[in-house]
């Protein structure tokens, strides 16, 4: 069950979180999801796992559903802000009063209420062995300043950290809003039609096999099949394609779809729980927890990276005054302050995820569903990509164009064998061969039907041995005939053992096959090949067409297999992926070995779904060059983070250490450079906002932010 974690706005503290619960027995590879605020955990673990999270993280905890943190923190800031100022604007007066009681009144009191909260968290954690987080950096940075009479810059530091927080985490509640709008497809209701009448009811009520009413203007609530009716529905939201789709009777209708002008009747064939809609959501939100190597790095990084800092400041601040001439150690003991406090990593552990995250929600919305940061990340590094061809770089409908009989047979008499032959094959060959036939087929009257992988059917028809298939199928069982190479996809025939002629069937290549190709070189692709099972010839007119650098034919299964694993030894370092594209069910095996495994076609089709990292919702290859810019683009913005956090803290570093900077700039280089890097990091989320927007494109103007 997914419950959200209240109260968690750090990101090294959903780090701690993790840590902690995994070391409970049966929560060992639970995750904790910080660009979301969840975590998914048995509901008999929950008492463990809040026990848990009160020891770790005192100030989170988990409920059922969001809560907003009270706007109060937004008026304790303007009144610790304006004390802070009279502290800061009347300090030699307030300074002159007895004891300077004055002074350190005013000021110490705009210093407990914004960073009491700090204090206490840096108590707890230090009693429990954890020294090195942001809490304990603030507490004995500020400290440090009370310590030295530097009242109003302790003040200042945790007033303008509890500023950045503030805005810090309205930043990432608003990227985390952002994202949920880009995937608010899920239906509220659905028109359930019971003896003749209609009422609303929750999607989830609906069972399969019962029929619901879809108006013009609704979102389709659940997958069916239309059994009256005809209208246009805007699979937008889905696929990410703008073009509205025509349905009628007969035809799949999936949740999430909105219906245009027309009133549809459907049939239910899928509970919600497993609807496309529910999947998509379910994939989108689970993505975050695949972290991507930067993720991983900067995680490690900012666990040796915080304690080095410590323990560099607390040198610079004993070692030069006692072997330099004339140093004090107020003044060192400053510069190591200062020190402290630009050396939080919040800016990089909290806008590095908030960018991936943005950056799946954003491909999701182009009708792209990632299923990890980790496979964003991949997608960066392609050299290789490998296309399957029948219905991927090919439509995958075929048409019967020609029949030739042979040895005396007729062409009715050849076209009704093999149809009864393929009688039980869901191949699109065969589809087409039953299609041109076009009367019913008694099926009893096929018997030891067998399909044998790579080569075609086998089957008695009639009391007579049928084979159906590619021309290996002919040499395999000895049939001597005189055509071997068609034009085109070929389905030899042979009746007892004696060649009965080939039919020949088209396949279309598609609309914008040609252009994905090409636009994947232009991105820097070095190497795009494309593997079938079909004949020589066939593959050679689909590769020469489409424009692929090499093909290989008449493969088995194992062989596609096989030559992917050929074509990953010769990359040229670890760095460098391939990845598969398939239709996710016939090359499920391929899709799993890639580095990176591409369903196409993937609307409604569970093989696709599971069995790849990168689904493309619409039947189009060009969505995959879509899906290499939305993970470029996010990787730029990522490394930006990464330069521009680094960069800043270590100008400062070392101004403070020559006693250039004063904690008034260590806190913009904390604060400052947080907020700065979380705004960037939302820029993933308007990947195609300008142009032609989110679900507008149709395959050609993608890649205006690149």
């Not at 304990?136 to 400290?143: D, H, K, N, V, Y």
């Not at 009811?201 to 069972?207: L, N, S, T």
């Amino acid at each position: 069950m997914r419950y959200t974690l209240e109260g968690l706005d750090c990101a090294s503290c959903a780090a701690r979180i993790e840590r902690e619960l995994r070391k409970v027995k049966g929560l060992e590879k639970v995750t904790v999801n910080f660009a979301n605020q969840s975590l998914d955990l048995p509901p008999e673990l929950l008492p463990a796992a809040r026990e848990v999270i009160a020891r770790v993280e005192p100030g989170v905890n988990i409920v059922d559903t969001t809560s907003q943190r009270p706007e109060s923190q937004l008026y304790i800031i303007l009144v610790a802000g304006l004390l802070l100022a009279i502290g800061f604007i009347f300090n030699q007066q307030l300074h002159r009063t007895p004891y300077a009681w004055a002074e350190y009144t005013i000021l110490l009191s705009s210093y407990f209420l914004v960073g009491w909260r700090v204090l206490t968290t840096a108590v707890r954690n230090l009693t429990r062995g954890q020294f090195f987080d942001e809490n304990f950096l603030m507490t004995i940075a500020t400290i440090g300043a009370i310590a030295i009479h530097q009242l109003p810059e302790a003040a200042a530091v945790m007033l303008f950290y509890a500023v950045g927080e503030y805005f810090q985490e309205r930043a990432v509640n608003r990227s985390r809003r952002s994202i949920a709008a880009l995937l608010d497809i899920r239906p509220e209701y659905a028109n359930l039609k019971l003896n003749g009448e209609t009422k609303q009811v929750r999607p989830e009520e609906v069972e399969v096999g019962q029929t619901i009413v879809v108006k013009p203007g609704e979102r389709v609530p659940l997958d069916g099949e239309v059994v009256e009716g005809v209208s246009f529905v805007d699979t937008s939201a889905l696929t990410g394609e703008a073009v509205p789709r025509k349905v009628e009777k007969g035809e799949k209708i999936l949740a999430g779809m909105i219906n245009g002008q027309g009133l549809l009747t459907v049939k239910v064939t899928r509970p919600f729980g497993e609807s496309s809609v529910a999947r998509i959501l379910e994939l989108v939100e689970n993505a975050a927890a695949r972290k991507a190597p930067t993720e991983q790095f900067i995680t490690a990084f900012s666990r040796y990276y915080t304690p080095a800092v410590v323990l560099g400041a607390l040198a610079l601040a004993i070692i030069p005054p006692l072997v330099l001439p004339r140093a004090t150690f107020s003044t060192w003991v400053y510069r190591a302050l200062v020190l402290l406090v630009i050396s939080c990593p919040c800016a990089l552990v909290v806008s590095i995820p908030l960018g991936y995250f943005g950056g799946i929600g954003a491909a999701s919305r182009q009708g792209i569903l990632v299923k990890g940061a980790n496979f964003l990340d991949a997608l960066t590094g392609l050299h290789t990509v490998v296309f399957d061809k029948t219905g991927t770089l090919t439509k995958g409908v075929f048409r019967v164009t020609q029949v030739v009989p042979s040895n005396g047979f007729q062409e009715n008499e050849l076209l009704a064998a093999a149809a009864a032959a393929e009688v039980y094959s869901s191949h699109p060959i065969a589809q087409s061969i039953r299609a041109a036939y076009g009367q019913e087929i008694d099926s009893e009257r096929v018997s030891e039907y067998q399909e044998i992988p790579g080569h075609g059917i086998s089957a008695v028809v009639d009391g007579k041995r049928v084979l159906a298939g590619n021309d290996r199928l002919l040499h395999r069982e000895g049939i001597a005939h005189e055509v071997c190479n068609v034009a085109g996809t070929g389905v030899h025939v042979a009746i007892d053992g004696t060649f009965a002629g080939y039919i020949v069937i088209a396949d279309e290549v598609k609309p914008d096959a040609r252009e994905a190709i090409t636009r994947l070189k232009e991105l820097g692709i070095k190497k795009i090949v494309m593997l079938t099972g079909d004949e020589e010839a066939v593959a050679r007119r689909v590769a020469e067409e489409v424009g692929v650098d090499a093909y290989f034919a008449e493969l088995l299964p194992e062989g596609k297999v096989a030559k992917v694993e050929e074509l990953q030894a010769a990359l040229p370092d670890r760095r460098r992926k391939l990845a598969f594209v398939g239709d996710g069910i016939n090359d499920a095996p391929v899709i799993t070995r890639a580095d990176v495994g591409v369903a196409m076609g993937g609307l409604g089709s569970d093989a696709a779904i599971e069995a790849a990292d990168v689904v493309l919702m619409e039947d189009a290859p060009f969505k995959l060059a879509t899906a290499v810019e939305i993970s470029r683009h996010t990787a730029r913005i990522v490394k930006q983070n990464v330069a521009l956090a680094l960069g800043v803290k270590a100008f400062f570093l070392g101004l403070g250490t020559f006693g250039v900077a004063t904690i008034w700039e260590a806190v913009f280089a904390d604060v400052g450079v947080t907020l700065l890097a979380v705004f960037n990091a939302t820029r993933t989320l308007r990947y195609g906002s300008r142009g032609c927007g989110y679900g507008s494109c149709s395959g050609r103007n993608y890649g205006e932010n690149n």
